[in-house]
């Protein structure tokens, strides 16, 4: 029998088999005869035996989701960090996700949300962020800290101190400013006067509308009478009412009481006497004249007076023309200070209370500067202006903004906004900014602290980074039946079954509700599962030994019905393997063959405890060398089969070919193997295809135009589809051929650069010239010499710098190029001949035996082209003898090129060769207005035209060469004629 761990024993049972019981070790530890084995990876040991973790932790100490001793990716590959025994996917404020362990670490101190220990990113109430670092906040005064930011923020305008949730709510202000309403202002407003020891504005006492203290009133409301700076609603004895003003204003002192002012407006005298007329007279006197309390007579009034009573002349009831009567009863040319003229009473009425200078009672033009500052407004002078309009220091009120309703200081600085406006910071706007709302005043309030948009103060729609949305609060910290989803940013309650819990499912609870107290995987249950058993100390259901069907605990191996094959014994209720058993799914037997152990949590079936022992893994997961993963590396490729009704998952090779792929096939790849190219969707290749190019690791398709190509567009054709022209000189593919070239066979040739058009490429074969060439006979003849090109102007100008010749201004219309540049067939511009180190595409290849631009250089020439290059070196060293014999040749040749020189039988003096033609002595030809001679159109033939090495087309025209001498001439003239005349 084999070697058991200690404790083990066997015992023979009435049917003669014998039972193996599984060994008991210590805790955390399985005992296989003198090993100790610990659990696997995502295992932890519980009754002496491994038991799978929680889905979210690597490591545990326990199956729920908050015993985790470690994290890494969970099955879904997310990242996990491990806090207070739970992995999570966000680390809470104040600490932060260490993606090397897997582990939340603390930030900084102070420190509210950081990236890493040495740099926080927002820094915790009371500190501001400086440089990385959390420093402690001291705002200055019209400061407050900014609970969002942590910076000290200035607050509303004159606020010495104001309110943490919002700066423009004021608690008190500076100098020279009031309280009114949570604002500061320069001046209060109407129905409030300025209390300037406490900077506070109080409330007028009802019923007054505008006053300076609450004992002095100056307005009273419509109905009331102000008397002396109170309000009354009847006049004392000895008044009136007078309801222009709506004031008490006093009595003629001859009336007891009155209805007006003047002592005609008596309705009481004094003693017995009645009034008679509204005045109040002792004697009857004739007009004009008055009783003398004295002598008892009447006596003449003053001369100012119509009429008087007396005891003086001056004591006038009416005045003579251009006089007013006064309040004193006296007649005067013009009314004092604080009175007016009444055209039709004739008298000197008072201006209103607060008015020093006035047209009539309702019309002041200047207010009174007593100790308190008045404003004057159309008429009227205030203590404060109405709404709409500001103070200013000429005591006046001005209109505020066409935006504000009221403003203060000045006409943009509004208090309050008209309709459809809020009011931020002074300013009215058509909405709020963000992370404030629209109080009730129509002004715009700062959201509360950690909320970045808002309905109302109290009412939070999203809150700010790692604060959590709950009944429109922002939490810091989910409580008890909710919890954090920060993807959200809100707390979400728990399942009905959950007391506390990490998700909204119902198996993500942590702790139990009354009815449902039994924790089994974190779902809450009235009864443990099958293969369970409720563990009362724990207060969950855990599991059974694997051998196990059913158990009652508290051990896990205390069976009350054993797995398929397996037997129980009654007098220990454990269960053991016999003879031809096997072991139950996803363990496997140990080296004792008697004990079996929990695969690792990933693996179907296994054939160890470790993640890499794996024999068979279930979908989602694959079998890749001994692991289940849940992608299949590179190079590999996903599949799956049915087996006893699981599905099994594996990860199979790819083609050699392939990088990455989606089957076995070769034409399953992804990407390519290196040294491969891709071509199409999920083909790789070792070289392109016809019709196709490298492009780094891909084949790319070349242009329509092309066969073949080293590049993408219609500019890197090597060879033409059979439709198309090859454009000499270039790489392109054209339908017909373009201007300066024609057609030869398959190929566009340019003509000779003195044509714009021709039949072929010598100076006979032009059709059309450029614009200051003359046709005449196929040949184009120059208007202007070398290095300079006809105007329209009728002027010869000259070429750009690189053209030897030109058809017009600018580096694009050159015909011809100076040494060390070449023609651009398309561009006609010059170009300057690419050097061994130049790689930039500003230059063209040249050849010593043609003025184009051979081709653009390529900077990424293709592997052909490196093939290509290599076969032509090698066939150019071969090529050596035969080029030596070559040269000995060409020796000869030029010795006897210079011997038939000497004997002047060549035209070398001027680099000439002569044209097919005969050539004759014609007239001198008309100069034309630039000196050169106009060809001659009389005749079938013209003068002896000469071409140059470089292409150019001359006439024996005086620009070319000019003798010294008329024997000179006359002597290059004989000569030149007998030359063509022996050719």
Request: aromatic content about 6%; charged content about 20%.
């Amino acid at each position: 029998m084999a070697s058991r761990c200690a404790g083990t024993h066997s015992e023979t049972m009435n049917a003669g088999l014998t039972l193996f019981v599984f060994s008991f070790c210590g805790f955390g530890l399985i005992e296989s005869g003198s090993s100790l084995l610990s659990c696997p990876s995502g295992q932890f040991p519980l009754k002496n035996q491994c038991v799978s973790c929680h889905p979210t932790c690597g490591e545990c100490e326990g199956h729920e989701l908050f015993e985790c001793t470690a994290c890494a990716l969970d099955e879904d590959g997310k990242e996990r960090f491990l806090y207070q025994g739970h992995c999570r996917l966000h680390c809470p404020r104040e600490f932060y996700a260490d993606r090397d362990q897997y582990t939340c670490l603390p930030c900084m101190s102070n420190c509210e949300i950081c990236a890493d220990a040495s740099v926080c990113a927002k820094c915790s109430e009371g500190y501001r962020l400086q440089s990385g670092v959390c420093l402690t906040v001291l705002c200055g005064a019209g400061q407050v800290q900014d609970p969002d930011t942590q910076e000290c923020i200035d607050c509303g305008i004159g606020c010495k101190t104001c309110s943490t949730d919002d700066p423009q709510v004021c608690s008190s202000c500076t100098d020279g400013h009031f309280l009114y309403r949570q604002q500061c202002r320069q001046h209060c407003p109407q129905r409030s006067f300025e209390e300037r020891a406490r900077g506070l504005c109080i409330a007028c006492v009802e019923p007054c509308v505008d006053c300076r203290s609450e004992s002095l009133c100056l307005t009273c409301q419509t109905g009331y009478f102000l008397n002396n700076g109170t309000c009354v609603k009847e006049c004392p004895a000895g008044s009136y009412k007078d309801v222009r003003g709506w004031r008490c204003q006093a009595c003629h002192r001859s009336c007891l009481s009155c209805r007006g002012p003047g002592p005609r407006d008596c309705e009481r005298c004094s003693g017995s006497i009645r009034p008679l007329y509204g005045k109040c007279p002792l004697i009857s006197c004739p007009p004009g004249q008055y009783l003398d309390g004295e002598s008892r007579s009447c006596r003449y009034c003053d001369v100012s007076c119509s009429t008087c009573f007396g005891p003086a002349a001056q004591n006038c009831i009416s005045c003579a023309s251009g006089f007013m009567l006064e309040q004193e009863s006296v007649c005067v040319d013009g009314c004092p200070l604080g009175f007016y003229g009444n055209s039709s009473s004739l008298q000197c009425e008072r201006c209103a209370e607060n008015c020093e200078l006035c047209q009539s009672a309702d019309e002041c033009l200047t207010c009174k500067s007593d100790s308190y500052q008045l404003y004057l407004l159309q008429g009227n002078c205030w203590s404060e202006c109405p709404e709409g309009y500001f103070e200013t220091k000429m005591g006046t009120c001005e209109p505020c903004d066409g935006l504000c309703l009221t403003c203060d200081g000045t006409s943009t600085e509004c208090l309050s906004c008209r309709e459809g406006l809020h009011l931020a910071n002074g300013q009215c706007r058509q909405s709020c900014a963000p992370m404030s709302y629209v109080a009730e005043d129509g002004t715009c309030r700062r959201c509360a602290p950690h909320c970045d948009a808002c309905t109302d103060y109290s009412i939070c729609t999203k809150c700010s980074f790692l604060y959590l949305l709950l009944n429109g609060a922002c939490k810091a910290v989910c409580p008890k039946g909710y919890f954090e989803d920060l993807d959200q940013g809100v707390c979400v309650s728990c399942h009905a079954t959950c007391a506390t819990c990490s998700g909204p499912l119902s198996d993500d609870c942590e702790t139990c509700s009354v009815l449902t107290p039994k924790l089994y995987e974190g779902t809450c249950l009235e009864m443990c599962p099958g293969g369970t058993y409720y563990q009362t100390s724990d207060k969950e259901c855990q599991e059974c030994h694997q051998t196990c069907a059913l158990c009652e605990g508290p051990e896990p191996t205390q069976c009350l019905q054993c797995g398929k094959g397996l037997v129980l014994d009654p007098n220990t209720m454990m269960c053991g393997v016999t003879g031809d058993s096997d072991c139950p799914p996803r363990t496997f037997l140990q080296n004792n063959q008697f004990t079996c152990q929990a695969c690792h949590r990933l693996c179907q079936s296994c054939e160890g405890p470790g993640p890499f022992d794996c024999q068979t893994c279930a979908l989602p997961n694959f079998l890749n060398n001994g692991s289940c993963v849940s992608k299949c590396p590179a190079g590999t490729y996903s599949a799956h089969e049915v087996a006893d009704g699981v599905e099994l998952g594996f990860c199979m090779p790819c083609d050699h070919v392939c990088g990455t792929c989606t089957g076995a096939s070769p034409r399953d790849c992804l990407s390519c193997a290196p040294g491969y190219l891709h071509l199409l969707s999920h083909l790789c290749v070792i070289h392109c295809p016809t019709g196709y190019y490298s492009s780094g690791e891909r084949c790319e398709k070349c242009d329509s135009s092309c066969v073949q190509c080293s590049g993408p567009g219609p500019d890197a054709c090597r060879v033409c589809t059979p439709t198309m022209l090859d454009l000499q000189g270039t790489r392109q593919c054209v339908d017909q051929c373009p201007q300066r070239f024609f057609e030869s066979g398959h190929s566009c040739r340019q003509c000779h650069t003195s044509c714009k058009s021709c039949t072929d490429n010598t100076p006979q074969g032009c059709v059309s010239c450029d614009w200051g060439s003359v046709l005449q006979d196929g040949v184009c003849y120059p208007r202007c010499e070398e290095s300079r090109y006809y105007s329209q102007d009728g002027v010869c100008e000259p070429c750009a710098g690189s053209c030897k010749h030109c058809s017009a201004a600018g580096p694009r219309s050159c015909l011809t190029c100076r040494p060390g540049f070449a023609l651009h067939a398309i561009d006609s511009q010059c170009l300057p001949c690419c050097q061994s180190e130049q790689t930039e595409q500003k230059c063209c290849l040249c050849d010593s035996s043609s003025a184009l631009c051979l081709e653009m250089p390529v900077p990424n020439e293709s592997q052909d082209d490196i093939i290509l290059r290599s076969k032509a070196v090698q066939h150019a060293s071969a090529a050596l003898p035969a080029a030596l014999l070559l040269a000995v040749v060409l020796a000869l040749v030029v010795f006897a090129l210079v011997q038939a020189r000497a004997k002047k039988r060549l035209c070398w003096r001027r680099s000439y060769e002569r044209l097919s033609g005969v050539a004759r002595e014609e007239p001198r030809p008309r100069p034309m207005p630039h000196g050169v001679p106009e060809p001659d159109d009389s005749g079938d033939e013209v003068d002896v035209v000469y071409t140059s090495r470089d292409g150019s087309v001359y006439r024996r025209y005086g620009f070319i060469h000019e003798p010294d001498t008329e024997e000179e001439q006359d002597e290059e003239d004989t000569t030149e004629n007998t030359h063509l005349s022996r050719a």
